[in-house]
């Protein structure tokens, strides 16, 4: 039985004037066990793909279940297995970190799990804030909280919404070492990010969405493997010429390029430096899921989703 199953999800907003489709006939399981990462620009229907799991909104048609319980019809059963972190800080200023945590176990029936609420605490770096009120915390505290909260009944299914957006990066690693440890223990995590570093770093298959379709669902390492070209980077003094506009990634000075060839290189570098560039700290590396990712988004791309 699948951790998570969507089913044909369909969900329009509507707005002012018409209506928008926020997701169209998404279909795919994540196993039990997976660590599993859903990618896409802003605005591509994660989030709402993610309230409609967590029972928060409802789809205009389809069907999601958490292990094999539906998200409407089985509510309850289904929302007790699943710990959801928003995207959106939400909290209640009135209460202490641990008092905070305390409530949120007794929405799920638990009680007396004081230790496992201790361990959350110092798993996320939040062991002197424990009885800090919640509007004390920084913004990058808070969402730890939220994390927390999301843990606070043990749930076999972990869902994480931009969990790392805002939180310092010695944190980001200190969390992603205790949500492995959760996974490698046989909890299923669903990932959101838009750090795909950490997505290629975590998830062992990953479903990208583009304005409300599945673009590409894979094994990451398929996903990687199938990129053809390297990448070849440097950095330059001034504007890059406009013929390369459309197959550079640039961000400041540096500029990464597919290349599949020795030979592709050379007339790369001879054009640049023919056009009075500077080129320097020139290096060819292996294409990571950010070029897929830019590749899959790029209207050139054929649909990728394994059989
Ligand atoms: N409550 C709502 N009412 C109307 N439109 C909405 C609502 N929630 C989301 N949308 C629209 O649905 C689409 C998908 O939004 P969603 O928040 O799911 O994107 P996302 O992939 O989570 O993006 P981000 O990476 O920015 O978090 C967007 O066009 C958004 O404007
Ligand atoms: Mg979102």
Avoid at 92 to 106: H, K
Avoid at 216 to 237: G, H, Y
Avoid at 270 to 289: F, M, W, Y
Wanted: glycine share 8%.
């Amino acid at each position: 039985m699948p951790a998570i199953s969507f089913q044909s999800v369909s969900k329009s907003f509507k707005s002012g004037r018409g209506s928008v489709k926020a997701l169209d006939g998404v279909t795919f399981d994540i196993e039990e066990g997976e660590f599993f990462g859903l990618l896409g620009p802003n605005g591509a229907g994660k989030t709402t793909l993610i309230s409609i799991l967590a029972g928060l909104a409802r789809a205009s048609d389809g069907n999601v279940s958490v292990l094999g319980h539906d998200v409407q019809a089985q509510y309850a059963q289904a929302r007790r297995h699943l710990g959801v972190v928003p995207q959106e800080l939400v909290f209640d200023p009135f209460f202490t970190v641990r008092e905070a945590l305390r409530i949120q176990s007794g929405y799920f029936g638990v009680r007396g799990n004081d230790a496992w609420i201790t361990e959350l605490l110092e798993s996320l770096g939040l062991a002197d804030k424990a009885n800090a009120n919640m509007r004390q915390l920084s913004g990058g505290m808070k969402r730890r909280v939220l994390v927390a909260q999301a843990l606070v009944h043990k749930p076999p299914v972990i869902v994480l919404d931009e969990p790392t957006a805002g939180v310092d990066v010695e944190l980001r690693q200190t969390l992603w070492q205790f949500i492995a440890r959760l996974n490698r223990q046989g909890h299923t995590v669903l990932l959101t990010t838009h750090y795909l570093e950490e997505a290629e770093a975590l998830c062992n298959r990953i479903a990208m969405l583009k304005q409300g379709r599945v673009v590409a669902l894979e094994r990451t390492s398929d996903l990687l493997k199938a990129a053809s070209s390297n990448v070849l980077r440097f950095k330059i003094d001034r504007e890059l010429p406009p013929q390369f506009a459309d197959k550079a990634r640039v961000t400041g000075r540096i500029v990464q390029l597919p290349a599949h060839d020795a030979h592709e290189i050379e007339t790369y570098l001879a054009t640049i430096r023919q056009a009075g560039l500077r080129v320097e700290d020139v290096e060819i590396r292996k294409p990571d899921l950010e070029d897929v990712f830019l590749d899959v988004m790029s209207a050139k791309h054929q649909q990728r989703v394994a059989a």
